[in-house]
């Protein structure tokens, strides 16, 4: 029967550290690779085992897993090949659009093996000093700024009626403008988590209450950030 491993990659290309010997070894049980990006997932590969073949692999990219994707998943299963599903970043199906492929094999019956590695998310709550028993991700906020503000503000009213930290993303090119609004919309006393180029060497993770951060001088352009949110 065939398996799917869930292989983690990296968050940044030189935090090779960070993904455990057993994912190599997994690697190797597959004969198929769905990945996010192919171009980054057979450097990733090789930076982590240069034994590997890259080229003896059947590869297929993910996109938003259309439903060619799915149809070649399916016809790989039933060939009784393994699997290995690896995002551009991260932990496959957090965040991913390797989730539809997940799903699908749940429905085939076939094993899903998830293996541990960086996930931005987790190392982010992690770090923030947040409440990590009740917590939320949201994805990327609305871009229109009427709406943007408006999701804020519910982020704000549904954290402090929960105690719950919520967790959103941005486009790297716009998130000192996420933070100029979040600064601007949050009550002062609000905490704000910045965390920025996770496991790389310029790592920054702070967490803020919103008039803290109005008086520090940031810049987190074109850089991968996680915010998180807490409100009292």
């Known amino acids: 029967m065939s398996k799917v491993y869930l292989v983690p990659s990296v968050l940044d290309e030189q935090a090779i550290e960070t993904i455990p010997a057993y994912l190599i070894v997994a690697v190797k049980d597959c004969q198929v690779i769905f990945a996010e990006n192919e171009r980054t997932t057979r450097r990733f590969l090789k930076s982590i085992c240069k ?51 997940i799903e699908l094999a749940q429905q085939l019956n076939v ?8 996930s ?24 229109d700024m009427q709406d943007r503000v408006k999701a804020i503000k519910e982020l704000e009213l549904t954290s402090k009626k929960k105690h ?26 609000t905490k704000i988590c910045v965390a920025a180029e996770l496991t790389g060497a ?5 967490t803020k209450s919103v008039a803290d951060w109005k008086n520090e001088k940031t810049d987190f352009h074109k850089k991968p950030v ?4 807490y409100a009292q």
Request: proline share 6%; net charge negative.
């Open 202 to 206: 310029n790592e920054y993770v702070k």
């Open 226 to 229: 996680i915010f998180l949110l």
């Open 51 to 101: 034994e590997i073949v890259i080229d003896d692999y059947e590869w297929f990219t993910i996109h938003k897993a259309e439903q060619e994707q799915k149809d070649h998943f399916r016809q790989k299963i039933n060939e009784g090949k393994n699997i290995a599903i690896i995002s551009e970043a991260g932990c496959p199906g957090i965040a991913d659009p390797g989730q539809v492929l």
């Open 111 to 118: 094993p899903v093996k998830p293996l541990v590695g960086p």
């Open 120 to 143: 931005s998310i987790l190392l982010a709550l992690m770090a923030s000093g947040m409440n990590g028993q009740q917590f939320e991700f949201v994805g990327y906020l609305p871009i």
């Open 164 to 189: 719950s930290t919520q967790i959103f993303i941005e486009t790297p090119y716009r998130n000192n403008q996420l933070l100029e609004t979040l600064l601007k919309t949050c009550s002062a006393n």
